[in-house]
């Protein structure tokens, strides 16, 4: 079968993602409206969507149907966006810009920055749980199971917590490479599986996707710490430089620049060594690997 070139795809994942959350969100004329204003703002038109593309990836490997990974994929970018807002907030990172706009607080305030992650993290579950004709119901179980955990305090938000903690101190490497899994794997593994599971994988295939999406989580983080130091605020479309200024330790500190490129690149060479065993299936999940090296954004 031909297959139509990766920026294609992309580009219609995107834009599939973009409509099944705006049908996921409730609408503007809906009672809290503000709140509901607020919700759209922070979720529609932005982002790169890499949690969706990845779940839609795993998912294509098995050919599971895309109504269901558009679903799960909306259920994880929702979760991602929560915690987006609650990152930016002045408890926290305390950001003025997300995604190339203001932040949830500085459009809005803070206690609907506060609201629109908590009702956003709901609602995630909400679209999870709805029924999936193709997935067993003890397998959808499992997967809410799995996204609850990966949001929780063994995952993001625990990473965030130790992310905090760690503000001003120096870590070991194998301590910062924790908390990236925690932080940011977590919630990529989770969108990885979940595609997986859509399709039906076996506990082998499920296993060697453990494998590639925890190389794929730390690559992730690496890259956004060399983008962070290397790149601009306009092209990021968030404040640039902002580890260095808020005394972060991150793989450029611990490493500097040039081993943190050469870890980027072991890195990205393990995550494509751990899809060997898919073939040609797993064909846009390689080229998803390659586009979170290169990614400027
Ligand atoms: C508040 C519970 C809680 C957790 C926050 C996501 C997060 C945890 C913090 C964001 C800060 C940060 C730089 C995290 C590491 C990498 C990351 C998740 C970057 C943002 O994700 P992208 O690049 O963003 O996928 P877009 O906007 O493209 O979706």
Redesign the pocket.
Known sequence: MTQVDFLTWQISIQQRIESALDACLPPTTCHPTRLHQAMRYVTLE??????PLLCHAAGEIFSAPLVALDQMSCAV?II??????????PA??NDVL??GKPTCHVKYDEATALLV?DALQSLAFHVAAQPLASVPAETQVAMLGLLANA?GSRG??G???I?LESTGKSLEIVELEFM?LQ??GQ?IQAATLLGAHVGGANAQQVQNLVRFANRIGLL??VV?DIL?AEASTEVL??TAG?DAASNKPTYLTLLGAKQAHALAAQLCEEAHNALLPFGDAAVRLHQLTDYIVA?K?
Do not use: I
């Not at 932005?46 to 949690?51: I, M, N, P, S, T």
């Not at 991602?80 to 907030?89: K, R």
């Open positions: 932005g982002g790169k969507r890499v949690r970018e991602h966006v929560y915690s987006l807002v609650h990152d930016d907030l926290m990172d997300r995604r992650g949001a993001m938000a990473g965030q917590a992310d990236h932080k940011t919630l992730f983080q956004d962070d479309g968030k902002k990614r954004s």
